[in-house]
């Protein structure tokens, strides 16, 4: 079944932020838009040039009202420690989640059960705390920033634009579609 418009599951997690332990619970995504950026594990290689790609592209992400959430199944304590030693992940403002439950990769079905790792899965969250944009990669392809960027731009665009599709290769500003009889066989 795929999780395209369902609403995240429950859960409860720690997170290292900003020099700080926090909790992050399902009712913190209502009213924004969230991803939830899972890698299979810290202190490791791809992992963080995709942290840092996004840690890179972080003010471009808060412009469009949203909010980034790094999950990994291992621990905040984890998360505190490969932060305060990569120069790569130091440059993270976003929370890092831990999930060593594995409750949360178990609800956005990316868990690697034989491992207790996550795979590498990308999920786009609407303010009702729906999903909208699932991407998942092979644990040896590393994820684009700009392109989830512009996936996240589509999505907004079609949630405040209700009667309106955003075609292949669509950015920010170029023209969109309007389904209708008279489009049938003419794209």
Known sequence: MSLINTEVKPFKATAYHNGKFIDVTEADLQGK???????????????????????????EFQ???????????????????????????KKLQFPMV???????????????EEAGLAERGTF???????????????GNVGRDANELLRKIKA?????????????????????TLKPSLDLVGKI
């Open 33 to 59: 838009w969230s991803v939830f950026f899972f890698y299979p594990a810290d202190f490791t290689f791809i992992c963080p040039t995709e942290l840092g790609d996004l840690a890179d592209n972080y003010a």
């Open 63 to 89: 412009k469009l009202g949203v909010e980034i959430y790094a999950v990994s199944t291992d621990t905040h304590f984890t998360h505190k420690a490969w932060h305060d030693s990569s120069e790569t992940v």
């Open 98 to 112: 831990g999930d060593p439950t594995l409750t949360i990769s178990r609800n956005f079905e990316v868990l690697i």
């Open 124 to 138: 786009v969250l609407d303010p009702q705390g729906k999903i909208q944009i699932i991407e998942l990669n092979a």
């Open 155 to 175: 999505a907004q665009y079609v949630a405040a634009h209700p009667g309106e599709v955003c075609p292949a290769k669509w950015k920010e500003g170029e023209g």
